[in-house]
Structure formats: C-alpha cells, structure tokens
C-alpha cells in the first residue's frame, strides 16, 4: 500500500538507547507515540503511514561517557553534574560552528536531512509531512527548516519542506536562547505552510508544555510575531501533564538567530 503521509520525529536532550544503525523507520524512542497514534486511526491505519525517527544523541554520547567516566574515577560525580553532563551539555554542544573543528550542528543537521530524504523516497513528493519534536529537537528543526529556505541554495520540494502540513512540538525551550534578540527582531522560521497559511486555518504550529516543567515553555510570551501568531490562530499551545519532573533522571544553549 502507498504510503500517503509522512512523519518525523526527533528526540531531544538526554540519553537515548537507541541503536544508530537501526533502521531509521523502527520506532524507539518514539514507540509510546507510535502506538498511541496507530490506536487512534482507523480503516488501514499505520500502513499508510511512513515513519521515521531523527536520531543525533549518539553525535555527543561518545564524548560525554568519556567526561563522565574520568569524574567517576575522581570521586566527583553528584546528581546535579550528572543532570549538566547528560542532558544540558547536549544543548550546549548544539550551535552554529565558530570553527572548522566545531562541527556538532553540521552532523546532526546532516542526520535530518538524511532522515527527510528517506522520507521523501516513503511517499509520493506532494505527501503531507508532519513534523514531531520533543525538547531541544524542536530547536533543531526549526534552525534546519531556517537553513533550508533562508540560506543558498534554497532546497526545494518535500526536503524543503514544500509539503510541510503540522509542526508538533513537545517541551519546546526555544525561549530560553532568544533572550538575547530583541523582540521586534524574533521571526519565527516560516515554511510554505507558514505563508500560506489564511484566518481560519486549523493551526499548524500545535505547542505542548508542562506548567510544571522547567524545561518547557509557551512560545506566545516571547512576544512579536510568535504572539501574533497564535492570535492569528496559526500556532495553538496547550498545557498537558507529563508526570513528575525529576531532574535527577531527566531539554538548551543554542545558537539561535533573530528568525530561527
């Protein structure tokens, strides 16, 4: 059967198991996802589905164990360093390369492109694509969404991002790197879904945050046009509860730009 629609999700800060030479179309990190959606549709169900997962984590797992073994050795390790080393170093390791041996936001922005390029090969080109992103990955794409329709040369079709349909984003912290742009200057980065999209559109940018989650924040108070557009309707935010929030098991600094 064709596949019809096509999704992406990508992971954000923190440890993931995932093997990186698995098959990106078999679920992981995203199974409760996978098997929450394919419970809600009915007739053929996931078989017209193309799914895909973005897996980058393992780009800085290597570097990070190797840190973190010398400071077991030393007798340092303590719950907050464990917390810093394994989820906010992944943030702090993802920025626009000052240098050519800085090259952590090249290959893991090489990572969704090789993902959307499987993609594309799932579906017919005008497939709608649906975009699911937790935590720093929503900061991810949304620079590599940036890079494709702002920076030469322009990336067309399904790649670049033509088809786009819904960009779904979960504990989002984007907020907390453009503290350092003023607010007439934040441009929300704006895919052909974004353009044409009209008054009276279901929304195609749906938010979700935890009130209780400190890592999670609305996109509407950062003002300018992230707030015009959820008065305008294009972007919905929703507040959902994720359980407990323990940082001890439990995401960024980022290089961010006025419309990234």
Known sequence: MTKTVAVAVIHGMGIQTRDPYLPTHVPTFSTDLYARVEAELT????????????????????????YYDRLQHSGLVTVLRKFVMTRLSDAASYRL???????????????????????????????????VAHSLG????????????????????????ETLSSF??????????LMSIAEDDLCPMAPKVARDWQTGDPAWWLNHYDLHDPLAYPLEMLGGKYAQMVKDGAMAERTVRSGPQIPSRGGSRTSVRGCG
């Open 43 to 66: 007739g053929a169900g996931m078989r017209t589905v193309a799914w895909r997962e973005i897996f980058w984590q393992d780009i800085l797992q290597r570097r990070q164990d190797r």
């Open 97 to 131: 390369p000052s240098n050519p041996s800085d090259e952590v936001y090249t290959e893991i922005h090489g990572r969704v492109r090789s993902v959307l390029e499987e993609l594309r090969e799932d579906v017919a080109g005008d497939a709608p694509l649906v975009l």
């Open 138 to 161: 929503a900061h991810i794409l949304s620079n590599f969404i940036y890079d494709a329709i702002e920076k030469p040369p322009y990336v067309n079709g399904f790649v670049g991002f």
């Open 168 to 177: 779904i984003t979960f504990g989002t912290n984007i907020p907390v790197f």
